[in-house]
């Protein structure tokens, strides 16, 4: 019998999902500055403290050729997170790793330290973790683990099935990470807000400023001296 044990980090890869059209953003998201940098290089400095080994997924290989990591176009390109999360799992089993951890590009509040709590998250190690939230699906499946049990319920779901993150999570066993096991729950849900649209950015952009501002008048008051 298996008992709780967290999800280990360099057993997976660490896949930002660049892809996507963009329709209500008006460009591609990925490169869109945010905070004085691209949208997905929050995304890809999230990941880094946690996983030795990440890369880009998306439709445009221009994208994110650009950031320094490795870069795959889609397997299946036009499914959306689906067809990203299939490329990065065939991407991984390549490398002999367990699975991937999947982060969309459009959710620069994400940091380093609300990956680690996610990860050290000891459940049961099923097919996937997922964090929850009060967003419209009741879950966050753009910033959670995946293993390879995932990856044979999400083929079959672009063969035959509807070809949507929820569709596979509920064809597979995963652990919901509770919201409060996070931090203060109306806070871990500002850090979820997704990016969509221009006002979004908007409302995203005042976040980053505010903890800009705070950062500095952190540091200038540990420079003074008594």
């Given at each position: 019998m298996r008992g709780p044990r967290a999800w280990l980090p360099h057993h997976l890869l660490g896949v930002v999902i660049a892809g996507g059209e963009s329709r209500r953003y008006g460009r591609p998201k990925a490169l869109a500055l945010m905070g004085g940098k691209p949208m997905a290089l929050?995304?890809?400095?999230?990941?880094?403290?946690?996983?030795?080994?990440?890369?880009?997924?998306?439709?445009?290989?221009?994208?994110?050729?650009?950031?320094?990591?490795?870069?795959?176009?889609?397997?299946?390109?036009?499914l959306g997170p689906m067809g990203g999360l299939i490329t990065g799992l065939e991407w991984a089993k390549e490398m002999s790793l367990g699975g991937v951890f999947l982060l969309?590009?459009?959710?620069?509040?994400?940091?380093?330290?609300?990956?680690?709590?996610?990860?050290a998250f000891r459940g049961d190690r099923k097919a996937a973790l997922v964090p929850a939230s009060d967003g419209p699906l009741g879950m966050e499946p753009l910033c959670a683990a995946y293993g390879m049990e995932c990856l044979g319920p999400a083929r079959e779901l672009t063969r035959s099935g509807p070809r949507s993150m929820m569709a596979l999570l509920n064809a597979v066993d995963f652990d919901l990470l509770p919201l409060e096991e996070l931090g203060e729950p109306e806070e871990v849900n500002r850090v979820f807000t997704n990016v969509n649209t221009v006002e979004d950015g908007k409302k995203v952009e005042a976040v980053l400023e505010a903890r800009r501002e705070m950062a500095t008048a952190e540091g200038s008051a540990g420079l003074e001296t008594p």
């Open positions: 929050w995304a890809l400095d999230a990941l880094g403290p946690s996983f030795p080994l990440r890369g880009m997924v998306g439709s445009e290989l221009f994208v994110s050729r650009g950031f320094g990591v490795l870069s795959r176009p889609d397997l299946l390109p036009g969309g590009c459009d959710m620069p509040l994400i940091d380093a330290g609300l990956i680690k709590r996610i990860l």
